[in-house]
Nanobody, 119 residues
Framework: QVQLVESGGGLVQAGGSLRLSCAAS????????MGWFRQAPGKERELVAT????????YYADSVKGRFTISRDNAKNTVYLQMNSLKPEDTAVYYC????????????WGQGTQVTVSS
């Protein structure tokens, strides 16, 4: 079965950096677009970034553009989110997700990793 396991979250000061990883198994990884989402307490889940199967096409939310970089290593079945210049408002649980091949939805989700940015 498909499994997505995030890692790399933690506590960092404002202006700092973190790199999140999402290890995927149970799928032909390179076929799928992947995404990172986040959800802060009391807020709706927000799409942060997506990346196409080949790694060429990328999308970023305006709130992270220029600070975050999504990438993937298809040989390692892993997608990354490099987060620089972190702000307290980036504090959230970050989730990776697989985009469905047949619908417009993301169909598998990881368990999430907490990112806390202190001011």
């Amino acid at each position: 079965q498909v499994q997505l396991v995030e890692s790399g979250g933690g506590l960092v000061q404002a202006g700092g950096s973190l790199r999140l990883s999402c290890a995927a198994s149970g799928l032909t990884f390179s076929r799928y677009n992947m995404g990172w989402f986040r959800q802060a307490p009391g807020k709706e889940r927000e799409l942060v970034a997506t990346i196409g199967g080949s790694g060429v096409s990328r999308y970023y939310a305006d709130s992270v553009k220029g600070r975050f970089t999504i990438s993937r290593d298809n040989a390692k079945n892993t997608v990354y989110l490099q987060m620089n210049s972190l702000k307290p408002e980036d504090t959230a649980v970050y989730y990776c997700a697989r985009h469905s091949l047949v619908t417009t939805n993301f169909d598998y989700w990881g368990q999430g990793t907490q990112v806390t940015v202190s001011s």
